[in-house]
């Protein structure tokens, strides 16, 4: 009877996943990526791409004395640069004005020959360049290496698991790219998008790393009640606290384009703090059903509230190091801006009353909220299906 009512349960959960869906159907519609971002500006039949290139050699450099802010613009330098671009433009090279500063990279680091360059260029109609400029330094090497050395830890060290974490990882980054940010676009709820985002990755992921079991479904239960239960308490403290929760420049940048100007800003930063817990929940809820499991298989035939019981008490060690790794991640994305608010002076009481420092401290403690409740809810299942488990064998 076991396997059957394993099969019974597991496809409940798939008609749970599948019935957000549907009940939603705003949420599953397809998007058609906008691309007339520019042309109504052009009067030119140009089109504009990005396109790989190599610093050939520096034709000339100038300091720039005469600019208008000197304190600002001080140590800045024109380059005249030569670059030989990748396919499919390899035949061409171009000449372009390149602006570095030697004091502030933020402004623009200079270049030397060799250095590979990002080249944002506006093509014709005979596939000849219009006019370019460098826009970013090539960093998709390095990119590629970390990447390539991450894949391979998790294959060595985690070996099958190491494959389903992977499988894990691109799911979700398939889901956020292809599916999750093409329907927000097109008019879909951020908040049920990333809600649907999340339950898809528990209950695909969960079985990935931990196999298809009644861990896995506990693991999968505890989960998506931590992830729910963030966002609504994201929801009630965003709402109370009258928060945009999303930084300002983006914001004006997103309202001022007419294909996302009616986005819910609100909706988008409850999605993300959906998304942002959902990875350190998951793993407090597999770790807390491994060792159920692990506790009813050594002890023989515990009672349910014993198992309980040993979930909470893994569950209490987890708690303090997850939630703390949560508040870390949160507080080192803000850093920079913590240190720039500090250094004008800025009065704490401002500082803890500015939107986005209240957006990440809500954004953290919801997180860690949805995770400490998590544990007695995985606890709970992981009891009563593994505990059933023991009784049945």
């Known amino acids: 009877m076991e396997r059957p009512r394993s099969i019974i349960c597991w496809l409940g959960l798939a008609v749970l996943i599948i019935g957000m869906g549907l009940l939603f159907p705003a949420v599953i519609q397809a998007a058609e990526p906008a691309d007339e971002a520019y042309t109504e500006f052009t009067e030119i039949d140009t089109r504009e791409v990005y396109v790989r290139g190599e610093v050939v050699r520096i034709l000339g450099e100038e300091e720039l004395d005469d600019a ?20 499919p433009y390899a035949d061409q090279k171009i000449t372009v004005e390149h602006t570095a500063s030697k004091t502030n990279p933020i402004l623009g680091s200079s270049l030397t020959p060799g250095d590979k360059v990002i080249v944002f260029a506006n093509i014709d109609s005979q596939n000849q360049i219009v006019e370019a400029f460098i826009a970013n330094p090539n960093r998709s090497g390095t990119v590629k290496a970390m990447v390539l050395a991450f894949m391979a830890v998790l294959i060595i060290l985690g070996g099958r698991k190491g494959l389903g974490a992977l499988f894990t990882i691109m799911l979700t980054g398939v889901l956020l790219w292809f599916w999750l940010i093409p329907s927000i676009l097109n008019g879909a709820s951020p908040t049920w998008c990333g809600a649907l985002v999340c339950a898809v990755v528990a209950l695909v ?60 800003l609100q909706g988008i930063f409850l999605a993300g703090v959906l998304i942002g817990a959902l990875g350190a929940v998951m793993d407090t809820s597999i ?44 507080t080192g994305g803000a850093l920079a801006l913590l240190l720039l608010l500090v250094a004008n002076n800025i009065p704490a009481l401002n500082i803890m009353n500015w939107d986005m420092i209240v957006s990440e401290i809500i954004r953290s403690l919801a997180g860690s909220i949805g995770l400490c409740l998590s544990i007695p809810v995985t606890a709970l299942a992981a009891s009563y299906l593994v505990g059933k488990k023991t009784e049945e064998g």
């Open 205 to 264: 992921g969960t079985p990935m790393i931990s196999g298809f079991n009644r861990t896995s479904m506990a693991a999968i239960l505890g989960s998506i009640a931590g992830v729910i239960l963030a966002g609504v308490l994201a929801s009630l403290a965003g709402g109370s606290a009258d928060i945009i929760g999303v930084d300002y420049e983006h914001a004006n940048l997103l309202l001022s384009m007419p294909a996302t100007a009616n986005l819910n």
């Open 68 to 87: 208008l802010d000197w304190e600002m613009n001080q140590g800045m330098i024109m380059q005249i640069v030569e670059v030989s671009l990748a396919n």
């Open 287 to 330: 770790s807390i059903a491994s060792a159920i499991r692990e506790f009813a298989e050594i002890h023989g035939s515990p009672t349910r509230y014993n198992l309980w019981r040993a979930g909470m008490n893994v569950g209490k060690d987890v708690m303090g190091m997850m939630s703390s790794t949560l508040i870390l991640a949160y």
